[in-house]
């Protein structure tokens, strides 16, 4: 018979641990006071390194590592999960699987309110479910997958605050004398554990992404694309690879600031950012440089087919039409500069300059124009090939 455990708010259980009648079966389970008092100093003993981890370490790994033992030492289940919600598709996947059949789980997905743990995560309640074949919520797919047979279930939601991150589910660790209290408090404690370690992995890895990010177009900032250009610069030369620099700076940006507002000035460089995002290979990274000036950086990509790319790009901004949706119907031109890795320099500074340089000469000359470093400005692509460069 399903044992629920039910909450009436969404406040962690509180359980008085200073008397034993509220842990009954628990000195017949482990048959004597010292294996009691052995057990509950042990459980002191995983807070302790548990809170230590958390305070000494921003690394999920080490976190999810230590609970992972701890559930294997204290509940012995046959094999456990750690269940996270993808909120996007409103499915569970398996983050962590430890024991007989988890390698089979690794692409495996359970829509919300599917299965025992998608019923845990749906209604935020743990569960006991002492003979899966008498529940009719069992998923029995899981058990095809890892070619095991799965006899009981105990399942718990990881919350933080008010909101399920996911479950932690052990399989085949409910006993002839049951799950006790004890033992499920526990694995709620280490289910809190794991939902303030999951949460600080995700402020960590937002406060990077704010690091890296340009508010205005999402696109990732200069300081971040000081760091690629290194990156990729080791690789290169490593490889013996060939990439380009693309600057780009938009002409005349100041007059749509200067009649238009500087908010509309904003929606138009997220837009145009994202065009150029659209229009680069997955391999390709797009910066927001400063001001109305965007940086591409193409890996592999080699001077020429450079060259072909930005007129392509030339055209595709001097063509569009920008802010139709808000009754604008903006168009602006770009001049645009190209220098490339190894032909043109070997180091950072030298290609930031050379390609600076190229689109200072484009504006310079007569703007809406494509410049080259040791080349100079290109004549216009012709209608055909603009058609097919890139």
């Given at each position: 018979m399903e044992r629920r455990v039910t909450r009436k708010s969404k406040q962690p259980l509180r359980?008085?641990?200073?008397?034993t009648e509220n842990f009954g079966g628990v000195e017949r389970r482990r048959r004597t006071m010292d294996r009691g008092d052995h057990r509950e100093a042990g459980?002191?003993?995983?807070?302790?390194?548990?809170?230590?981890?958390?305070?000494?370490?921003?690394?999920?790994?080490?976190?999810?590592?230590?609970?992972?033992?701890?559930i294997?030492?204290?509940?012995?289940?046959?094999?456990?999960?750690?269940?996270?919600?993808?909120?996007s598709k409103q499915e569970l996947y398996f983050e962590l699987a430890v024991g007989k059949g988890s390698q089979a789980l690794k692409d495996v997905r359970i829509k919300l309110g599917q299965g025992i743990a998608g019923w845990v995560a749906q209604h935020d309640e743990a569960v006991i479910v002492p003979d899966v074949s008498q529940d009719t919520r069992f998923f029995s797919k899981v058990d095809e997958k890892t070619k095991m047979e799965t006899r009981s279930i105990v399942a718990v939601p990881v919350r933080y605050r008010d909101h399920c991150l996911g479950v932690i589910e052990l399989i085949n660790c409910v006993g002839s004398e049951g799950f006790q209290e004890r033992d499920l408090a526990l694995l709620e404690a280490l289910a809190d554990f794991a939902a303030i370690a999951l949460e600080n992995a995700r402020h960590v890895k937002r406060i990077h992404e704010l690091t890296i990010t340009d508010d205005c177009t999402t696109l990732y900032n200069a300081r971040h694309m000081g760091f690629i250009l290194e990156t990729e610069i080791y690789r290169s030369q490593r490889y013996n690879y060939e990439f380009s620099l693309i600057f780009i700076d938009l002409d005349h940006f100041k007059q749509v600031n200067d009649t238009q507002g500087h908010l509309v000035g904003s929606?138009?460089?997220?837009?145009?950012?994202?065009?150029?995002?659209?229009?680069?290979?997955?391999?390709?990274?797009?910066?927001?440089?400063?001001?109305?000036?965007?940086?591409l950086l193409l890996p592999q990509t080699s001077k020429d087919n450079a060259m072909l790319v930005a007129r392509r790009l030339h055209k595709m901004l001097r063509e569009a039409t920008w802010l139709p949706g808000e009754g604008?119907?903006?168009?602006?031109?770009?001049?645009?500069?190209?220098?490339?890795?190894?032909?043109?320099?070997?180091?950072?500074?030298?290609?930031?300059?050379?390609?600076?340089?190229?689109?200072?000469l484009a504006k310079n000359t007569n703007r809406d124009s494509v410049a080259v470093a040791n080349v100079g400005i290109l004549e216009p692509l012709p209608a055909a090939n603009a058609e097919t460069a890139g």
């Open positions: 359980r008085p641990v200073n008397t459980e002191v003993a995983v807070f302790h390194e548990l809170g230590k981890a958390l305070t000494s370490s921003l690394q999920l790994d080490q976190v999810l590592r230590t609970i992972m033992e701890k294997d030492e204290f509940l012995r289940p046959d094999t456990w999960s750690l269940l996270l919600l993808d909120e929606r138009l460089l997220w837009e145009i950012g994202n065009a150029l995002k659209a229009h680069c290979r997955l391999i390709d990274f797009a910066f927001r440089y400063g001001g109305d000036e965007f940086v604008l119907n903006i168009k602006l031109t770009a001049s645009m500069g190209v220098a490339s890795y190894p032909v043109d320099s070997r180091t950072k500074e030298g290609l930031l300059h050379l390609a600076d340089e190229a689109m200072y």
